[in-house]
């Protein structure tokens, strides 16, 4: 049984664009009027709500990513995010959604104990003997001759707006709008506001909130002067993101005769000095224990995991295994159930997961447990390939039913997909469509083009030919499509051209991360209506002569195929 998840799973994007259609689908003017009871008595709402028929069962119980702590929110009362989330949430889709996702969850989670009560000592032996097995294996891979450092940039794009408005340092700000939060400052982290989360909910946790609209020329300028002077330290750098990246400073180490803590030190100075900006890091012996480690001092601030055997083993041993990337809430939970909560507990119990998880997952398992990540750098594109894997274009909207407002929202979003491709001189072959009801069925359509293609009136014919048979979604309930991104999968070749890995291009996977196949229940459906309407383009051109990638196959075009996935 594998439930790994994704970390982020905390990214949610709620699917809408006013505030009146945010409380139609999160709550009732009553839930509106009780979070704001909450927030103005938060120890006389609670004890109501204590006292209340069945409370017990209710938003006590409940179970919400925004109650996870990021960096700033150390002294947030999560039991007040908890009710006020809950009270604005309850009845709306979403709420309904995430119930019968842990509905799912739950089932699964009985049955994998029911397992775990079906095994014998013998059996337990058995599989304690192949993790044994596995764990030597392990330990004869484990690398402590490298340096690296996690580059995490504070708050980011909160960050940047406060550079062009410095009022905005000493009040709650966040970026985004009464639908969504891209992220919150530290001033508004103090309330409980997070990426990620609605902001009508963010406002009703703290009313003084203020919104900056997002404006990504100016967070994409503020990265390329975080990557110049992060190439001076590594030039090969990857980034996970737009404001995080991961550096082997082993040979700059040697070179200027410096500690990784060193290395940190000026590279957070510089970072400053070129940019504004702060950033906090992590280093380590792997891009893992580094990754970990950034999370330890933010913001601005670094630490340092020596690499030595018994210090890794010593950190580990008391890591939460939510503190793990890519082991989210789900598995979490899952874990929790058979006594997992710490890293220690996972060499302690890796018989019983043995037996009950797959190979890859307990791989990941057992190298977690061990601090063991991976200490190299992807291997980069070949010549004339693309670097990266896909380029996307999403837009939030009220939700639209007839098939003419979705036509033109799919011709919006080609238009914006199609100029994308033509500025970094990109062309795909095979076009998947992908969008979400707001009864979060989640449908997938995809075909084989004749030839590569980066062109508004090529992508809009092909994409409203997979569109077409969808429509009219959902008839039953003709209003329930919340939302259209549009994504063009295969990312920019600008790496392989250029050998260099930038803020804003995606790298291969960080050191700890799951492959595709050992993503959890929620990979999927990790929000609600995260992703309700995309258009992917891959399979790319040679950008020198327009011919075929090496590694892609010429195919006659194929009938479009359907995939449905409740998220």
């Known amino acids: 049984m594998d439930l790994l998840d994704d970390e982020e799973d905390d990214s949610l994007d709620y699917g809408f664009d006013q505030e009146e259609e945010c409380f139609q689908a999160f709550g009732s003017a009553d839930?509106?009027?009780?979070?704001?009871?909450?927030?103005?008595?938060?120890?006389?709402?609670?004890?109501?709500?204590?006292?209340?028929?069945?409370?017990?069962?209710?938003?006590?119980?409940?179970?919400?990513?925004?109650?996870?702590?990021?960096?700033?929110?150390?002294?947030?009362?999560?039991?007040?995010?908890?009710?006020?989330?809950?009270?604005?949430?309850?009845?709306?889709?979403?709420?309904?959604?995430?119930?019968?996702?842990?509905?799912?969850?739950?089932?699964?989670t009985q049955k994998m104990l029911a397992r775990s009560k079906q095994l014998s000592a013998h059996e337990l032996?058995?599989?304690?003997?192949?993790?044994?097995?596995?764990?030597?294996?392990?330990?004869?891979?484990q690398?402590?001759?490298?340096?690296?450092?996690?580059?995490?940039?504070?708050?980011?794009y909160a960050a940047v707006e406060e550079l062009h408005d410095p009022s905005l340092k000493s009040k709650p700000m966040a970026v985004g709008g009464i639908g969504m939060i891209c992220t919150a400052n530290y001033e508004a982290r103090k309330y409980g506001v997070r990426a990620a989360m609605p902001?009508?909910?963010?406002?009703?946790?703290?009313?003084?909130?203020?919104?900056?609209?997002?404006?990504?020329?100016?967070?994409?300028?503020?990265?390329?002067?975080?990557?110049?002077?992060?190439?001076?330290?590594?030039?090969?750098?990857?980034c996970a993101s737009l404001d995080e990246a991961y550096l082997d400073v082993t040979d700059y180490c040697q070179a200027h005769n410096m500690t990784g803590a060193e290395v940190a030190q000026a590279l957070r100075s510089q970072v400053h000095a070129a940019t504004q900006l702060t950033c906090s890091c992590g280093v380590a012996a792997n891009r893992l224990l580094a990754k970990i480690c950034s999370d330890i001092n933010k913001p601005n601030g670094q630490a340092v995991l020596p690499s030595e055997p018994g210090?890794?083993?010593?950190?580990?041993?008391?890591?939460?295994?939510?503190?793990?990337?890519?082991?989210?809430?789900?598995?979490?939970?899952?874990?929790?159930?058979?006594?997992?909560?710490?890293?220690?507990?996972?060499?302690a119990s890796r018989g019983l997961l043995g037996a009950l998880y797959s190979d890859i997952a307990t791989d990941h398992f057992m190298a977690v447990a061990l601090g063991i990540g991976r200490t190299t750098h992807g291997e980069p594109a070949r010549e004339g390939e693309?670097?990266?894997?896909?380029?996307?274009?999403?837009?939030?909207?009220?939700?639209?039913?007839?098939?003419?407002?979705?036509?033109?929202?799919?011709?919006?979003?080609?238009?914006k997909l199609a100029a994308d491709l033509q500025s970094e001189g990109l062309k795909g072959k095979t076009l998947t469509l992908k969008l979400k009801a707001i009864s979060f069925e989640v449908r997938t359509r995809a075909a084989t083009l004749p030839q590569h293609v980066d062109s508004l009136e090529a992508i809009?014919?092909?994409?409203?030919?997979?569109?077409?048979?969808?429509?009219?979604?959902?008839?039953?309930?003709?209003?329930?499509?919340?939302?259209?991104?549009?994504?063009?999968?295969?990312?920019?070749?600008?790496?392989?051209?250029?050998?260099?890995?930038?803020?804003?291009?995606?790298?291969?996977?960080?050191?700890?991360?799951?492959?595709?196949?050992?993503?959890?229940?929620?990979?999927?459906?990790?929000?609600?209506?995260?992703?309700?309407?995309?258009?992917?383009?891959?399979?790319?051109?040679?950008?020198?002569?327009?011919?075929?990638?090496?590694?892609?196959?010429?195919?006659?075009?194929?009938?479009?195929?359907?995939?449905?996935?409740?998220?």
């Open 199 to 238: 902001g009508f909910i963010g406002r009703r946790l703290c009313p003084q909130l203020l919104f900056a609209k997002p404006d990504f020329s100016k967070y994409t300028k503020a990265a390329e002067g975080v990557r110049a002077v992060l190439r001076l330290y590594d030039p090969e750098f990857e």
């Open 386 to 415: 693309a670097g990266r894997k896909g380029k996307s274009v999403e837009r939030t909207f009220a939700a639209i039913s007839s098939p003419a407002e979705q036509d033109a929202k799919c011709a919006e979003l080609a238009e």
């Open 460 to 567: 809009l014919a092909a994409a409203l030919r997979l569109l077409r048979p969808e429509q009219p979604i959902d008839a039953a309930r003709p209003a329930e499509t919340s939302t259209v991104p549009s994504s063009l999968s295969p990312d920019s070749d600008r790496a392989a051209q250029t050998g260099e890995a930038g803020m804003g291009q995606e790298p291969a996977r960080a050191s700890g991360s799951m492959p595709a196949d050992m993503s959890g229940p929620s990979q999927q459906g990790a929000g609600p209506a995260s992703q309700p309407f995309e258009l992917s383009l891959r399979d790319w051109a040679d950008p020198a002569t327009s011919s075929q990638v090496p590694g892609t196959q010429q195919t006659a075009p194929s009938e479009s195929r359907q995939e449905r996935v409740q998220s």
């Open 125 to 141: 032996e058995g599989h304690t003997r192949q993790m044994d097995k596995k764990l030597a294996a392990l330990k004869a891979t």
């Open 31 to 108: 839930h509106v009027l009780a979070a704001d009871q909450a927030r103005a008595d938060p120890t006389a709402a609670q004890a109501a709500a204590a006292s209340a028929p069945g409370s017990s069962k209710q938003w006590q119980n409940y179970e919400t990513v925004f109650t996870n702590a990021k960096a700033g929110m150390a002294g947030v009362n999560k039991e007040l995010v908890k009710q006020v989330v809950y009270e604005m949430s309850k009845d709306s889709p979403h709420f309904k959604n995430e119930q019968r996702k842990q509905q799912q969850t739950d089932q699964r």
């Open 311 to 347: 210090a890794i083993r010593k950190f580990m041993e008391e890591l939460p295994v939510r503190k793990v990337p890519m082991i989210g809430r789900v598995t979490e939970g899952m874990l929790r159930q058979l006594g997992v909560t710490k890293c220690a507990d996972l060499l």
């Open 143 to 156: 690398d402590l001759t490298r340096t690296w450092i996690h580059c995490d940039m504070d708050a980011f």
